[in-house]
């Protein structure tokens, strides 16, 4: 029987290609996105994901973790007073004397992926995708994005699930480049997609994921399909 494969899907670059590789590897009617709302100030990025799930042609599923995240002063979150740093993560994290920037999401990965890896079992998947690169990982930016801690997390559902259900990171070893460089062979729709962290009509371009964002489709030599379509 062919596997099926549950993707943690927000409708950014990493989920989408994420997301394509899956459709690849397995067919679509054997991927399903698993989206997770967790408090953030928009819903551009969710709102993206509809899009792709419409122009891929999936039903995906939908869960709201934001009580999770109450006490939580994460800059990305709509109840924290704290303003989203406009400048690169190197930038961020040279002002970050316990290397963690104000974006990142208390353990967000880990409650995903858990949360994933229940559902996913239920519905006979056997495995999980999710996006982590290791330019996000750098520096302990967001810790839950490196390969110990993904190397952790898929020995701990692979224990869980009694050896059913394993994690797969794709991306793990490689470079935001990396990822574009790959979705652009799988013509993953990057002109659906959003990354800026603010919520406006337009992309901020300063933000450090806007900037990563920028850089990766620079170091392929393509114009970011979104910015051509207003989005990003």
């Known amino acids: 029987m062919k596997e099926k494969a549950m993707v943690l899907f ?53 869960f709201d973790l934001t009580p999770v995240f109450a006490e939580s ?78 190397d952790s997390m898929n020995n701990a559902v692979m224990e869980g699930s009694g050896k059913i259900l394993r994690i797969e990171a794709p991306f793990i070893g490689c470079s935001k480049a990396d990822v574009v460089k790959e979705g652009l062979k799988l013509q993953v729709p990057y002109e659906l997609t959003w990354s800026c962290y603010e919520g406006g009509d337009s992309p901020c371009g300063r933000c450090g994921t806007c900037i990563d964002r920028q850089k990766a489709f620079e170091a392929n030599h393509v114009k970011d399909p979104a910015l051509q379509s207003g989005r990003n």
Do not use: W
Request: charged letters at 20%; hydrophobic letters at 30%.
């Open 73 to 150: 002063s994460c800059s990305l979150l709509s109840h924290s007073r704290r303003e989203i740093p406009k400048e690169s993560y190197a930038g961020q994290l040279e002002k970050q004397p316990d290397g963690l920037v104000s974006t990142y999401v208390p353990f967000r990965n880990g409650l995903f992926l858990s949360c994933a890896a229940s559902v996913a079992l239920s519905m006979e998947c056997t495995c999980i995708y999710y996006g982590a690169h290791q330019d996000d990982a750098t520096g302990s930016a967001y810790p839950d994005c490196s390969r110990a801690f993904f």
């Open 10 to 62: 927000s409708g950014g670059v990493d989920s989408t290609t994420c997301l394509g590789l899956a459709i690849r590897q397995y067919g679509k009617e054997n991927v399903i996105p698993l989206s997770i709302t967790y408090g953030q100030k928009h819903k551009k990025e969710l709102e993206a994901a509809a899009q792709i799930l419409n122009y891929y042609g999936l039903a995906g599923k939908e």
